[in-house]
């Protein structure tokens, strides 16, 4: 069908409407993203986007992500007038409690919102992510007899995003990794929060993008036949390169008192809105105003919509006929993985080993991706000390869609936005590796992930001094306290090869948001007066008695990773009394009743001493202001490893010491 | 003088030895950039840069930042031959424990070395901010008769800095705004640490640099002419733009068995030292060796270098005698503000005020930045909400050096390098600001601002879920908790505009090290039942008794930021025997002496009850195993503010709830 360009103009201004009256209504949010792009609106959900309202989160859609979440009613309106699941009451509720209309989009809360953004340029990187997903999607499913995996991942981004590091990480990437499947959509109005884009750039974005790799248009953006002309010349493009349109648009167009200025990127609008909505042909009574010629033109839209899915859905059923292994493949997506099933698939460390827990991740990882073929992997350029490597399989690159090693490079908040965006799609496991104290740079999508539920895989080893000579810069010693404060992440030390198992496990059974498995760099002794079972599954409890005391209780040692050999020998020293806990996980320990952990924390004994390589503060919580705290309140050294333990003080000495002292 | 080509390829071939032979005695370490990078550091250090290694801290020197600081053998090197004060027995001590020359370049520890780096892409940054005060200083001081500042920063960068985003986003700012005082070079030797630099990138530098405002040279970076004709080009380019010289390096050249490959990037090439050393040309029975004639011509260049210091030093005391108010201007640098000076600068609130402690730190801001002149501001795109805009002043930009605001953009990550390179430089004092939740964007270079001991002020406003309706995505719960368990990192979230007083005082007093500022979004009414100067100076201390017991003591109520007001709520409801103390900086009150923290927090109180609008987690190292916290553990919502605030149970009656049950 021809672009309707004169009813979809309307709509684009009743979209506009929406946005004025929601904002205004609640006194903030942001107008200038949603009115400045509302032709591109109309154009992708009028017209070229292939989705299907009442199957948000349909195999084969074509993503879209609002990576300028702060223009969340954009989506908002826009996911209204196409037959989402949001009502106009929820619309009205914009911002308020418990809306499915919050400040930012939220993935999970909203149907049609394929990832949580607001935090500038990690829209972006999801974008990157869901493009990954979809070329290993084809690459694994599609047959030369049946299609079922052609969508595009389509990202609407602002200046704002673009002059984020992690934009720039992801789209590099995607520049090398000639993402073909993605088209970025760059709102490119001039204009910033704080004042004019100038202020802050002055960049030749065409010629920057081209220069990594990317095809490049520039195009008026309020101009709909232009920009679908663009966009379908970027969705069947032949050049192998993922797609930039820069569409010029004037931010808060239809508020003339603010539009193309700084003024016109919040609410500052929202007080024009009767002028605004009169000069946008909308009536002066009515508020949140959708004509009937615009909903009658979406309800046929719709139609079209359906009537395409049906016709995937028939290629979809032939192709689960002809292809019963993929489609049990494609089905096993679904199922969390069973920790126990997948312990049992992993052999047994010999009693003697001694190393590092990387290593034993390393071990334990060939037998867990064998169980789980949609478990994937990445590195950012530090493969040969994460030891990651799905050591069966072959990289992910431009000639291999199959593959499920990602090289990242050296991009550690872009790997984790693209973990996020896989993790989103939701087909693959997506699990991602650096060096500890390198959390800080991929600090941001790992917060999106906790907050959305995400069940990303940080294997994330150099996890204390005990990386020695490189010093304090790489020797994360606040690191693991920091992220163990981030709500719903889990975070796993474990302290030998048969605890690592343990933490794989427990990692990937979770579903409902991600976990960081905290390595050494240095070799670990086997734990083996402790069952090799109990090592395992102590680690899904978080937190399990590690050595039981042989007479009546007199002291309690906690420790996590390196550190719980270190509480073992103390013990040996401190006597019968004493009681050693191993605590990989606090979430995870937190999360058991009341009566486990008071199992293994009787409440009675308060001589309790924890023993960390790390910043001690956290450990109160288990330690109260009796106990103890071995640790480091300081940044580590450079030396040898085991010279930098001893140099600040992590020994058994400093643990019968401390017990001693209570 | 002509560039001694011959003699300074045998000092590259002497400096890669070193190198060798340091990796070599501590089996680490990384060889790839030394060896590959030899032919620039013989030429920088042997004939170009502007220093003086008998004061390493000469304001004029040509500052030199070693971003891949993994090679920190090149920096220990080429410091050795030159005549830093680094013997060689510290070059044979190479990450020895107390050497001072550890795994990675430390500021501070090594004379000569100018920024901790190690973590990628940070020295890009502080380069950038070292740029920054280059061009700020040359504003301020030098005159049409005396130039005493006209030094050029110099960084050197891999492949591994060049993908990082903090990078990229320096980089834009650099180009924006001009800084043609700036060289960065770039050691392209096409491997990174994992493989060859083609399975991570595919980019055009050049094009990319040119796009974004940069001039650029590609050469041959192990041609000693080449280079020095385009480094000299380089300083004397008169478009205005920073320069970037493209030097095509072979890694680790010198040790053919790895050379130009993965493999020579770290210490694995140093088995091969014995051959190495030989094809090198330096004798088989002396390692670290250093010929006399190379000895001898860096004692010659250390005399032209004294010279040109002997030139400069009169140039500088003739603008001295001439410009004795910019000359106390200078010296002023040296001195660290007295808190209680600053305060008396500030003039009290109004009791009857009611604002944001965001605003209340605009209004303290002024009187501060007039008595601080060498204080400079930042934000990233958020002067509109951090409100920290230096009113009396403009904007730092090419026309304008003098400005004390600096518009970063949306680049939280280089905004922090950035102000680090101001901090390493020493003249002026950076603050930078945006959301705090934006923390996590910061994070990396916020880390080494504690580890380099930087006296960086961080501004960052919307500080709980008091943010309201932008929602979880910008609303820290857990950001502060995170931040405060960074060493050396001084977290205050002051309670009302009084504390906010202090607040700003406690940070600009302090040289050694970073202080972030939690401020509110919403407005709080000012707690007139604690005197004035109670509140500011309570601050200093970290925590104090804000309301004293009138009865014998019951319970303590411990808070911080907009919390303290509940505190103070619920105790009015509890009684007489309650006592609230005010805990805006765990950092400031741990430092206070056993007495005062007995003082405040008696240890025969264990009925302690702690609120703030965050995860609770770190507050038990105040209450203890007997107490009880209201905070939040999880993300926050999406609606407005106070609604948050109830919703979530920040309340006095939660307050008064959890100190009954106790």
Redesign the interface.
């Known amino acids: 069908m021809p672009l309707q360009t004169p009813l979809l103009a309307k709509a684009a201004n009743q979209a506009r409407g929406l946005a004025i009256d929601a904002v205004h209504a609640?006194s903030?949010?942001h107008l200038g993203l949603p009115l400045g792009a509302a032709e591109i609106g109309a154009v992708l959900y009028g017209h070229a986007l292939v989705h299907n309202p009442e199957h948000p989160r349909w195999l084969n859609r074509d993503r879209f992500v609002l990576s300028a979440?702060?223009g969340s009613m954009f989506l908002y309106a826009w996911l209204h007038l196409s037959g989402y699941d949001i009502p106009l009451d929820e619309v009205k509720k914009f911002?308020?409690?418990?809306?499915i209309t919050?400040?930012?989009p939220?993935f999970r809360e909203t149907p049609g919102v394929e990832a949580?953004?607001?935090?500038?340029?990690q829209g972006v990187g999801n974008a990157v992510g869901m493009a990954v997903a979809g070329q290993m999607a084809a690459a694994r499913f599609n047959t030369p007899e049946h299609t079922v995996f052609d969508y595009h991942v389509v990202c609407l981004a602002g200046?704002?995003?673009m002059?984020?590091?992690?934009?720039?990480?992801a789209v590099?990437?995607a520049?090398?990794q000639k993402l073909d499947n993605l088209i970025l959509i760059y709102d490119s109005n001039d204009v910033?929060?704080?004042?004019m884009a100038v202020?802050?750039?002055?960049?030749?974005?065409?010629?920057?993008f081209?220069?990594?790799?990317w095809d490049v248009q520039t195009i008026d953006g309020h101009d709909m036949a232009v920009f679908l002309k663009a966009f379908n010349k970027a969705k069947k493009a032949t050049s192998g390169k993922p797609q930039l349109i820069i569409a010029k648009t004037q931010i808060a167009r239809g508020i003339p008192e603010v539009a193309g200025t700084a003024k016109g990127h919040g609410e500052g609008g929202a007080k024009f809105a009767d002028s605004a909505r009169a000069g946008l042909g909308l009536p002066a009574d009515q508020h949140f105003f959708v004509s009937d010629d615009v909903r009658a033109y979406f309800a046929d839209h719709l139609k079209r919509l359906l009537r395409h899915y049906k016709k995937w859905e028939k290629t979809f059923e032939a192709w689960r006929t002809a292809n019963p292994d993929k489609a049990a493949l494609l089905d096993s997506a679904k199922n969390a993985p069973n920790a126990s099933a997948l312990l049992a698939k992993i052999p047994a460390f010999p009693a003697d080993a001694k190393l590092a827990t990387r290593a034993a991740g390393r071990d334990v990882l060939q037998p867990v991706a064998a169980e789980l073929p949609l478990l994937i992997g990445g590195?950012a350029?530090?493969?040969?000390?994460t030891l990651n490597l799905i050591a069966a399989d072959k990289?992910f690159?431009p000639s291999n869609r199959g593959g499920r090693n990602i090289?990242?490079?050296?991009?550690e908040?872009?790997m984790a936005a693209i973990a996020n965006g896989i993790a989103y799609d939701g087909l693959f496991r997506p699990s991602v590796a650096t060096f500890l104290?390198?959390a800080?740079?991929s600090?941001?999508p790992m917060?999106?992930a906790?907050?959305s539920d995400l069940p990303v895989v940080y294997i994330y080893t150099h996890d204390s001094i005990g990386v020695?000579?490189?010093?304090?810069?790489?020797q994360p010693?606040?690191t693991v306290?920091?992220l163990?404060?981030?709500?719903?992440m889990d975070v796993i030390r474990p302290a030998d090869p048969e605890e690592t198992a343990g933490a794989f496990a427990a990692a990937l059974e979770r579903t409902d948001g991600p976990t960081l498995l905290a390595l050494t760099r240095q070799a670990l002794p086997m734990l083996n007066d402790i069952p090799v079972q109990t090592r395992r599954e102590g680690v899904l409890k978080g937190g399990y008695v590690a050595k039981q005391e042989t007479a009546a209780l007199t002291h309690i040692l906690i420790a996590t990773g390196s550190e719980l050999q270190i509480a073992l020998a103390a013990a040996k020293t401190l006597g019968a009394g004493v009681r050693v806990v191993s605590l990989p996980s606090?979430q995870r320990f937190d999360q058991q009743s009341p009566e486990y952990r008071e199992s293994v924390l009787p409440?009675s004994c308060?001589k309790r001493v924890a023993v960390e390589a790390g910043?001690p503060?956290?450990w109160?919580?288990y330690v109260?202001?009796?106990g103890k705290v071995v640790g480091i309140?300081?940044?580590g050294?450079?030396?040898?490893g085991p010279?930098?333990f001893k140099?600040l003080g992590i020994t058994a000495e400093a643990v019968v010491a401390a017990a001693q002292s209570l």
Chains 1, 2 share one sequence.
Do not use: W
């Not at 020695?468 to 790489?474: A, I, M, S």
């Open positions: 609640c903030s949010g979440g702060h911002r308020a409690l418990h809306s919050p400040g930012h939220e949580t953004t607001g935090p500038l340029g200046d704002g995003c002059q984020e590091g992690v934009a720039m990480e590099a990437f520049g090398h910033t929060l704080d004042a202020k802050t750039q002055s960049e030749n974005a065409a010629a920057r081209k220069a990594i790799g590195s350029d530090l493969y040969g000390s990289d690159d090289r990242f490079g050296i991009r908040h872009g104290v390198f800080d740079y600090r941001p917060r999106l906790a907050l020695g000579e490189d010093g304090p810069t790489h010693v606040e306290s920091a163990r404060v981030i709500p719903n606090f409440a308060r910043v503060d956290l109160y919580k109260g202001l009796e309140a300081r940044f050294l450079s030396a040898p010279v930098v140099e």
